[in-house]
Antibody
Framework: QVQLKQSGPGLVQPSQSLSITCTVS????????VHWVRQSPGKGLEWLGV???????DYNAVFISRLSISKDNSKSQVFFKMNSLQDNDTAIYYC????????????WGQGTSVTVSS | DIQMTQSPSSLSASLGERVSLTCRAS??????LNWLQQEPDGTIKHLIY???SLVSGVPKRFSGSRSGSDYSLTISSLESEDFVDYYC?????????FGAGTKLELK
């Protein structure tokens, strides 16, 4: 069945970078895209960006200068990296599968809770 | 960016009651709206796609509809597992945006 499993640190120091890996199963990254979304108490759910099946990316303009999404199709892994984290980047970060136009986020990872603190 | 104004932010209801949640879009999004359900542990599930189509496996007590720029999620008869959080998502244009959420609470 379709699964997305996330791994990454729970604590990041201010000004440092955050890296999360989303390992997928039950589908191929050559056929499906993967979105990244975060959820914070202050801003609710925010769309961060997406990597499409062909490898191209689209980013939310708010984060474009410090966000990078890449993938390794052979390992079924998507890599999320955000630089220069500050306190207000404390959030739960999710990856979610793009399953087609009407299914932009049809399956979700379990979420990675990230706290930015020294 | 398209703003999705979701209401109410919280709703207290009883088992068996019929409830409706609403998202209002700041611009035309056509049928490009989905509803998501979030459990207390953070798990997110896809409920409704394209405004009114039920995702396979989702109970038929859930339904979606549209009236102009208002999009609604209706639960016809609340069951205990329905008392969680709900969000709308528009994907008509980038950036994709979400409603602020509705917390459904047991009265």
């Amino acid at each position: 069945q379709v699964q997305l499993k996330q791994s990454g640190p729970g604590l990041v120091q201010p000004s440092q970078s955050l890296s999360i890996t989303c390992t997928v199963s039950g589908f191929s990254l050559t056929n499906y895209g993967v979105h990244w979304v975060r959820q914070s108490p202050g801003k609710g759910l925010e769309w961060l960006g997406v990597i499409w099946s062909g490898g191209s990316t689209d980013y939310n303009a708010v984060f474009i200068s410090r966000l990078s999404i890449s993938k390794d199709n052979s390992k079924s892994q998507v890599f999320f990296k955000m630089n220069s984290l500050q306190d207000n980047d404390t959030a739960i970060y999710y990856c979610a599968r793009w399953g087609g136009y009407y299914y932009p986020m049809d399956y979700w990872g379990q979420g990675t809770s990230v706290t930015v603190s020294s | 960016d398209i703003q999705m104004t979701q209401s109410p932010s919280s709703l207290s209801a009883s088992l068996g009651e019929r409830v409706s949640l609403t998202c209002r879009a700041s611009q035309d999004i056509g049928s490009s709206l989905n509803w998501l359900q979030q459990e207390p542990d953070g798990t997110i599930k896809h409920l409704i796609y394209a405004t009114s189509s039920l995702v396979s496996g989702v109970p038929k007590r859930f339904s979606g509809s549209r009236s102009g720029s208002d999009y609604s999620l209706t639960i016809s008869s609340l069951e205990s597992e329905d008392f969680v959080d709900y969000y709308c998502l528009q994907y008509a244009s980038s950036p994709l945006t979400f409603g602020a959420g509705t917390k459904l609470e047991l009265k």
